[in-house]
């Protein structure tokens, strides 16, 4: 396929569930206005959400609608093309902030766990942009390579809710830390993987904050049902190339998704106060 990656790469993706891509995803400029964007989003936060940790910065496109700027530039669709076709979604975003000392550990799960029938069929690759260094000693994304086959393993409780960002882990029997990879990426770089890979990160105790932001996509031709989860009412998908193949229905970009706020009142409220104020 064309775009970013080279075969190697794609190939690698589709063996192993995961590619690395250790280049500069945006121009220098863009991608230092987007880290600009993100600490002026990080410095309202705790206003913003009520006092959560930075961790769970989900879906912030939908209030935010200048991330749009980034999630459909084509130096990113460029590289997700290359694995998924020229007819692509926005699926999700998320801002996974870990502070220095403090930052939470991400218990080993799978994405696909958490969707289930939301997507039909479950084929996701999300883009994970190091806003900042990542590496070992501050708790980068780890994964088990070539798990990508299954996607919805057997769980458990975690031990301690509020040191993790999850509250359940896949049952520590089905998990081989011996093969996982640690995934090292400089700022503006990332790492490709798939929805239903193994993988997760251990907490941040370093004095360097750790920050990334998840793109994902899916094809047009994957159908979006949420019917299937009554969690997110007013959740909103967005055609970012191409053409729909699955019969979807797109939000628009250039605008707040108000029925996401309008579902949850106590949000709406606290973002208001903020533009006020």
Known sequence: MPGRL?????????????????????????????????????????????????????????????????LLADEVLD????????????WSSHFICKPPGVGKRVPWHEDSFYWGKVLDPMEVVTVWLAIDYSGPENGCMRV???????????????KDPTKEVFGIEIKQELIDETKAVDF????????L?????IHG??????????????????????RFQPEFRKSIPGFQIYLARGKDRAGNAYGDPTKVNEAWLNARPDEQARIKALVSG
Request: proline letters at 10%.
């Open 6 to 70: 080279t075969p190697q790469q794609v190939a690698f993706f589709k063996a192993e569930g995961y590619t690395l891509f250790n280049q500069p995803v945006f121009p220098a400029a863009k991608f230092d206005d987007l880290r600009q964007h993100f600490e002026q989003m990080l410095a309202v936060w705790p206003r913003r959400s009520g006092g959560l940790s930075p961790e769970a910065m989900d879906v912030p496109h939908f209030t935010d609608p200048t991330l749009f700027k980034w």
């Open 79 to 90: 590289v997700v093309e290359s694995v998924i076709g020229p007819d692509i979604a926005l």
């Open 144 to 158: 088990i390579p070539r798990t990508h086959n299954n996607g919805y393993s057997q769980y458990d409780p975690v």
């Open 184 to 191: 090292k990426l400089q700022p503006n770089e990332a790492s």
């Open 193 to 197: 993987h798939h929805a239903k890979l």
């Open 201 to 222: 990160s251990n907490p941040n105790t370093s004095a360097v904050r750790r920050c990334g932001y998840t793109m994902r996509y899916i094809p047009t031709t994957t």
